[in-house]
């Protein structure tokens, strides 16, 4: 009636190794010991013999390899029903479980659409899914095993994932469920070194900034960290209609995040991609993702318009107008930025001076060849011709 276990790691060595570390046991009793743990162990346990006299780190990595390796296989074998690969299953962007309506409606958490088709598209998803339908989804691609291997030490025995790819090569992100869908964490994962160093930025950021910052806007919390791995809580958000639209109390809260603490020489603190993806609305609350470019120092506004340009390059909103009109206080884009004033105890009659420059050095950031970074650029551009047109007429 006992359970047995999943694994038996059984460490041994030559008989006078053993010996000449601890003569406890004559050396004859050693001797039999080791030979009884090979031949007495029920025929289908699963075992793995270590070599004791290898050097410690070796041994501890070949163990932490056969546990790692026993309990990527518990998540294996909870996909008995296979995988919904969207798009498509020879170039999938997610990795859905086929699974009951309560379990694949919640997996499309994994994704927050930021675009009226993509809104619409998902709440279509979010239908079958509640039907069921996703049960007779044709059959996809599993998640790359390397990225359910190192999410292995941080699974219960009957969880479930839903995995999305990200626009870098060998990055992913996790939703982790229990088995009736509940979202537990959120996983991030890079499997390679260009994508981990990214991911500990990110790990200290929440950890330095996240308790800055004020209601309504919040960080998630880090539940565990490690090279490669950055595993979150997971954040029940509620998708938006106007996603790019700021509202004037997360701007008055990303005031306040900017002037918070201590400060050190000129500007203060940016979350530094503050943008439409990366906050989340729970209903009652906004909780704030992707911190990998966080730092001090940064110019007064450069959060809000870097939200406000973003939604303006990609999303197509605010319009270039809007921008204009808010920076004479007009609108709902100068109600943002007087609000953001506010919160960061500045005046909003300096917001006009601080976007050319915030406009020139973003710049930076962006990659030219990637398509959302060329329509960035040439966002950036045409804004610069219209501001300075502006201020020629002004």
Known sequence: VLPAPEVVLILEADAQVLYARKAELPLEELARQARAWRDFLPAGQRRVYLDAARPIEQVRARATEEVEAIV???AAARTGNGWASIPSASTPRWSLPRAGSGVARNALLIYQPVTTRGLVAWRGARALAGAGLFRWWPRGQAPPSQVRAALAPHLAHDDLLAVATTHYAGRYVVLIMDRS?????????ATDAAGAAPLAREADALERFGPLL????????????????LLLEAIRWRPRLRVWKLSEDVARALGAFYAAGPQRGDGGRAHGDFAPWN???????????????AHEGAPPFWDVFHYLVQGHALLGRPRAEELVAGLAGRGWVGRALSAYAQGAGLSPDVAREHLGPYLRDSTRYLDSTDADGRKGLAARATLAEVLTGEKTRS
């Open 72 to 74: 990527e296989g518990w």
């Open 181 to 189: 869908g509940r979202p537990r964490a959120v996983a991030k994962l």
């Open 214 to 229: 004020e209601p309504p806007l919040s960080a998630p919390r880090v539940l565990a960290r490690a090279e490669g791995l």
């Open 279 to 293: 906050l989340f609305h729970t209903g009652s609350a906004w909780v704030v993702a992707d911190w990998e470019e």
